[in-house]
């Protein structure tokens, strides 16, 4: 009985030592197959005042944070202001991709859970973990880890918001 509860802990502490040191980095990603469709994040945004769920639904109030489909892309480019040189280009562009033209790999081992509407509830903005990069198209980068998270957890990260949240393990890992 005593062996067996060793063993038992000694698994649960490589597991989590395992997930702390794997330094897993997001790498959202256009499709390779051709038919990715040009996105800049500066002249959505920013630029002209969108939020980040005005494309990315869900990443206020769900679990997850969803890439847009052609169709949504195309639910504002069809307005009236949004014509000129660039409309034929994209119109070109959409023509040619798959229903949902942006592919992205989660860097998130599955055991994990994590709630973008939860963290957006506490204060945590998309930048935050996104990092500023998207302003310029650069893709990736962001560290998802054990160790990132924890640190954010416990307040070490964004001192000035105070955030705080749970760090038991059942909190994030199922």
Known sequence: MKWSLVALVALLCAFFLADLLMN????????????????????????????????????????????????????????????GAGIEALDSA??????????????????????HGV??????????CHGTGYGADVYGGERFDMRTCLDCHRGKTFKDKNFKAAVYCAACHR
């Open 119 to 128: 963290h957006h509830s506490a204060g945590v903005a998309c930048a935050d």
């Open 94 to 115: 959409l023509a040619k991709a798959p229903e949902y033209p942006w592919s992205r790999k989660s860097s998130l081992p599955e055991h994990v859970v994590f709630h």
């Open 24 to 83: 897993r980095v997001a790498e959202p990603t256009r499709r390779g197959d051709g038919s990715a469709v040009p996105f800049m994040h500066a002249m959505h945004g920013d630029s002209i005042g969108l939020s980040c769920s005005a494309c990315h639904t869900g990443a206020y109030a769900t679990a997850k944070a969803y890439l847009p489909s052609k169709a949504e892309c195309m639910d504002c480019h069809r307005l009236p202001l949004t014509e």
